[in-house]
């Protein structure tokens, strides 16, 4: 069984900065590509930034130079870094992790999601 636990949303104003964490635990063999997600009402779940591995990293143009996604692999947990932010930046963040278990079987696991608030 493999937990994600996220921390670190709030309410900001614009031009402040967040930073969110998501930490997974569990029956884990090895850690594949961690991202970050959001949602706001009444649209889609979209793509914010992935990162591999590796550490190469992917981010969505409209966040491209104020957020950095990062990883620790020691500790299976990844950040977002939010600077700069816009109230078009509202929206609950989740993080979605590709885990290999110990059962070596390859999922994708949700975060249970934290609300970031933009105030103008």
């Known amino acids: 069984q493999v937990q994600l636990v996220e921390s670190g949303g709030g309410l900001v104003q614009a031009g402040g900065s967040l930073r969110l964490s998501c930490a997974a635990s569990?029956?884990?063999?090895?850690?594949?590509?961690m991202g970050w997600y959001r949602q706001a009402p009444g649209k889609q779940r979209d793509m914010v930034a992935t990162?591999?591995?590796?550490?190469?990293?992917n981010y969505v143009d409209s966040v491209k130079g104020r957020f950095t996604i990062s990883r620790d692999n020691a500790k299976n947990t990844v950040y977002l870094q939010m600077n700069s932010l816009k109230p078009e930046d509202t929206a609950v963040y989740y993080c979605k992790v590709n885990i290999v278990t110990r059962r070596i079987e390859i999922n994708d696991y949700w975060g249970q999601g934290t609300q970031v608030t933009v105030s103008s």
């Open positions: 990162i591999t591995r590796s550490g190469e990293a």
């Open positions: 569990g029956s884990i063999f090895s850690v594949n590509t």
